[in-house]
């Protein structure tokens, strides 16, 4: 059974850098079967896709997001990562990472847990 | 971007109710449509994909139909389980965008 946990700092300060990793259990990430995602929910709001990245590497980012955000892969490690950076009190959210399979017609079918992260100084 | 509206924002039911939550899409995504259910505390879990495949372990009591621009997410009779809030998602093009959510409450 494939499972996803998020982990990092619960709180960053404003105008630094945001990083989580997502650590990847029961498969890997390396599988050409899978895309990789990250989604962020504010306190109280609704969700907002950050990016996805795929097995190759290749990052597709929100572009309202996409100056300041970094997706990666760590095959050695099974783990893909997000970097967020000149963070915001705007930016303080449940931060979820996501496997989508690939092919036509698949979104993303299983989420970690969430991590909140607050920033403040 | 493509934005997508639900409606209504809060829906107040009783078990065994039928509730139909709708999901716009500012312009046509095909059957390019998901929809979320998530609890307090929770990640969101896929109930319905390309508008009408119902996810594995998911009860049938939930199914979803639209194609283009209007969508619609069924319960068929309302359970003790099912009150929660439920989010629409288009993957028709990146990038991907969510609902505002609907939160269904008891009456």
């Known amino acids: 059974q494939l499972q996803l946990q998020e982990s990092g700092p619960g709180l960053v300060k404003p105008s630094e850098t945001l990083s989580l990793t997502c650590t990847v259990s029961?498969?890997?990430?390396?599988?050409?079967?899978?895309?990789w995602g990250w989604i962020r929910q504010p306190p109280g709001k609704g969700l907002e896709w950050i990016g996805t990245i795929y097995y190759n590497g290749r990052p597709y980012y929100n572009p309202s997001l996409k100056s300041r955000v970094t997706l990666s892969l760590d095959t050695s490690k099974n783990q893909f990562s997000l970097r967020l950076n000149s963070v915001t009190a705007a930016d303080t959210a449940v931060y979820y990472c996501?496997?989508?399979?690939?092919?036509?017609?698949?979104?993303?079918?299983?989420w970690g847990q969430g991590t909140l992260v607050i920033v403040s100084s | 971007d493509i934005q997508m509206t639900q409606s209504p924002s809060t829906l107040s039911a009783s078990v065994g109710d039928r509730v139909t939550i709708t999901c716009r899409a500012s312009?046509?995504?095909?059957?390019?449509l998901a929809w979320y259910q998530q609890k307090p505390g929770k990640a969101p879990n896929l109930l319905i994909y390309t508008a009408s495949s119902l996810e594995s372990g998911v009860p049938s009591r939930f199914s979803g139909s639209g194609s283009g621009t209007e969508f619609t997410l069924t319960i068929s009779s309302l359970q003790p389980d099912d009150f929660a809030t439920y989010y629409c998602q288009h993957y028709y093009s990146y990038p991907w965008t969510f609902g505002q959510g609907t939160k269904v409450e008891i009456k």
């Open positions: 996501a496997r989508r399979p690939v092919g036509d017609g698949y979104t993303f079918n299983q």
């Open positions: 029961g498969g890997s990430i390396s599988s050409s079967s899978f895309y």
């Open positions: 312009q046509s995504i095909s059957t390019w």
